[in-house]
């Protein structure tokens, strides 16, 4: 009887799911541009922003929001490796306070390597991802490339009111994040094959978990500004937000949300330490008040499908509270905005 063979999909890869991403100071580089910029006065968020999707007014108060993200594999199993990639690509609609209309999909396959049957494994995970969010999976581009490479470009629609940037913090306002940090180092486990068994569900569990409640987000005022948390960790994604709201956060190390404190300590421990970490903080370690090696090793740690990082005015915390807790999400305030400081964030 022949066996099946099992494929790996992470043995196939350099990298692995944001992690993957290129370092921010070097993406400030690649998207510099010195030419005279063309007015679009209809686009309300473009590149210039460095927001999570850009967003285009189409008339009557509504507008037409579009983002693209893909990756290399973060598991194994294809058809998580599918589910995760879209999930990460429609949580950057979410981010902005909007909902998803339709996704398309982008894959690269190394049609010599890995059977053409484990591709159409990642394309059924992403279909079922999109029907989670209530979308079609409706077509699509591939090419033959050396590494398997997934993720998709989403279309969605919103009230232009209902819009949430990265920027648009307040001084006093409280941050919470809808997810737990840690992937980064737990599918660096996976790939270095000394992640448990009974750890194996963790990371998967939390990327492939729909950041839909965004869409509940952009409907509250007292929400001012808000982004998800992927490859730039949490440092990164939330120096983005003081950075494009002229502000600075203080944040409680102790109240930043893990996905299992125990089981991440365990793993740093065993040094599954991701690349994207050194590069992250080499990227914007200037612009971060002085850090101890572990904290920089949680607060670096590059997700995949993070959550939703939100500021919240201070006078609505128990109706945001309310609100979360009734979307199945009991979150903790993990720090909060005050007046711009020399440093963009400063971790107690």
Request: hydrophobic share 40%; charged share 25%; glycine share 10%.
């Amino acid at each position: 009887m022949q066996t099946k063979t099992v494929y790996k999909l992470t043995q196939y890869s350099h990298g692995a799911g944001c992690g993957c991403k290129i370092a921010p100071d070097v993406l400030d580089k690649i998207l510099k541009s010195n030419e005279v910029k063309t007015s679009f006065p209809n686009l309300l968020v473009g590149n210039t922003e460095r927001d999570d999707a850009c967003v285009v007014d189409v008339g009557d108060g509504n507008a037409i929001v579009s983002t693209t993200d893909f990756f290399m594999p973060i598991v194994d199993d294809a058809k998580d490796f599918g589910r995760i990639a879209s999930v990460n690509a429609i949580s950057d609609i979410y981010a902005m306070g909007a909902e998803p209309i339709v996704a398309i999909a982008i894959l690269g396959w190394p049609i010599n390597k890995i059977p053409a049957e484990v591709a159409n494994e990642v394309i059924e995970g992403a279909r079922s991802a999109c029907a989670d969010a209530g979308i079609a999976l409706a077509g699509g581009h591939s090419i033959d490339s050396p590494e398997p490479i997934f993720g998709l470009a989403v279309t969605g629609k919103m009230k232009i009111a209902n819009l949430k940037k990265n920027g648009g913090a307040k001084v006093g306002d409280h941050l919470f994040l809808t997810k737990g940090l840690g992937v980064g180092i737990l599918s660096t486990a996976q790939k270095k094959a000394i992640l448990r068994l009974q750890d194996a569900d963790i990371a998967r569990d939390s990327m492939t978990q729909l950041n839909n409640i965004g869409l509940v987000f952009g409907q509250q005022d007292y929400i001012h500004a808000m982004t998800d948390v992927t490859g730039f960790g949490l440092l990164g994604h939330l120096s983005e937000m003081c950075e494009a709201s002229d502000l600075t956060a203080h944040i409680d190390f102790e109240k930043v949300p893990y996905l299992d404190r125990e089981v991440i300590d365990y793993y740093i421990e065993k040094g599954s330490m991701p690349g994207g970490t050194k590069r992250n903080w080499t990227a914007y370690g200037h612009k971060i008040a002085e850090v101890t090696d572990y904290q920089k090793s949680i607060l670096c740690d590059p997700q995949t499908s993070g959550g939703l990082l939100v500021a919240v005015c201070s006078d609505h915390l128990e109706e945001f509270r309310n609100l979360t807790k009734k979307e199945g999400l009991l979150l903790e305030s993990f720090g909060r905005i005050v007046e711009k400081g020399e440093k963009m964030v400063y971790v107690e």
